[in-house]
């Protein structure tokens, strides 16, 4: 599970990034709405944990932009605004829950697991990595809400690569999976199905990178220079 936390309490965020990591959970901290945005730019999250008074703005502002874009990852508001108008407002921004500090870290780790799960289930194995999404149960991918046409090898290689965006899949990962369902499957089969998916992803604001040695990742286009 990927964890974004975005707290400024340092104390706060030590203690929950060790606790979480602990757990096998993995936990990026960010202390500033900033520094939030460029982690989202960077991959996706199982959900966010997001306090309200930050250096550069409220968090529930930063939570209607986000919404505005992704409405599928689940939010929970940690903060020491403990009014019921404060929790109503946090709800109606479009958190999925509302936790006041100073809380016991037994019930925020339940509260974690259940919004996780629940948006799971709801997603019904919807992977989105930028403007790309890709839905399991439905065999198909959007890019901005147009479908890509894929054959069902092409959409099970790039499947492998939006669940692990932006870290590298191993080359030999890519040929096993193919190879479950296709015994003739050779060593070249992966360098086959991305050279095909990365002419299909052009222009998509997404690109396949090749790990030299290591595998291949799918990473943001980076923006063309101006000037």
Same mark, same amino acid.
């Given at each position: 599970?990927?964890?974004?936390?975005? +707290?400024? /309490?340092?104390?706060?965020?030590?203690?929950?990034?060790?606790?979480?990591?602990?757990?096998?959970?993995?936990?990026?901290?960010?202390?500033?709405?900033?520094?939030?945005?460029?982690? %989202?730019?960077?991959?996706?999250?199982?959900?966010?944990? !997001?306090? $309200?008074?930050?250096?550069?703005?409220?968090?529930?502002?930063?939570?209607?932009?986000?919404?505005?874009?992704?409405? %599928?990852?689940?939010?929970?508001?940690?903060?020491?605004? /403990? $009014?019921? *108008?404060?929790?109503?407002?946090?709800?109606?921004?479009?958190?999925?829950?509302?936790?006041?500090?100073?809380?016991?870290?037994?019930? !925020?780790?339940?509260?974690? =697991?259940?919004?996780?799960? $629940?948006? *799971? @289930?709801? $997603?019904?194995? %919807? !992977?989105?990595?930028?403007?790309?999404?890709?839905?399991?149960? +439905?065999?198909?991918?959007?890019?901005?809400?147009?479908?890509? =046409?894929?054959?069902?090898? +092409?959409?099970?290689?790039?499947?492998?690569?939006? #669940?692990? @965006?932006?870290?590298?899949?191993?080359? #030999?990962?890519?040929?096993? *999976?193919?190879? +479950?369902?296709?015994? /003739?499957?050779?060593?070249? *089969?992966?360098?086959?199905?991305?050279? #095909?998916?990365? #002419?299909?992803?052009?222009?998509?604001?997404?690109?396949?990178?090749?790990?030299?040695?290591?595998?291949?990742?799918?990473?943001?286009? @980076?923006? @063309?220079?101006?000037?």
């Amino acid at each position: 599970m990927r964890l974004l936390l975005i +707290e400024d /309490d340092s104390v706060i965020a030590h203690e929950l990034s060790l606790r979480w990591r602990a757990r096998e959970w993995a936990v990026l901290h960010c202390t500033s709405l900033a520094d939030a945005d460029a982690a %989202l730019q960077d991959g996706a999250y199982d959900l966010v944990v !997001l306090d $309200r008074g930050l250096p550069d703005g409220d968090g529930l502002d930063w939570l209607q932009r986000l919404r505005a874009r992704n409405r %599928l990852t689940p939010v929970l508001v940690l903060t020491a605004r /403990d $009014r019921v *108008a404060d929790r109503v407002e946090g709800l109606q921004a479009g958190a999925d829950d509302y936790l006041v500090k100073p809380f016991a870290a037994e019930e !925020l780790d339940a509260r974690v =697991e259940v919004l996780t799960r $629940r948006a *799971a @289930a709801a $997603r019904g194995e %919807l !992977l989105q990595f930028g403007n790309l999404s890709w839905l399991g149960r +439905e065999g198909r991918v959007l890019v901005d809400g147009r479908q890509l =046409e894929l054959s069902p090898r +092409e959409f099970e290689v790039l499947g492998l690569l939006v #669940r692990r @965006a932006p870290h590298v899949v191993p080359k #030999r990962v890519l040929i096993d *999976a193919l190879a +479950e369902r296709n015994l /003739d499957v050779g060593d070249s *089969a992966a360098e086959v199905y991305v050279s #095909r998916l990365r #002419r299909k992803l052009a222009g998509s604001g997404t690109e396949i990178q090749t790990v030299r040695g290591f595998g291949y990742r799918l990473v943001l286009d @980076a923006p @063309a220079a101006v000037g």
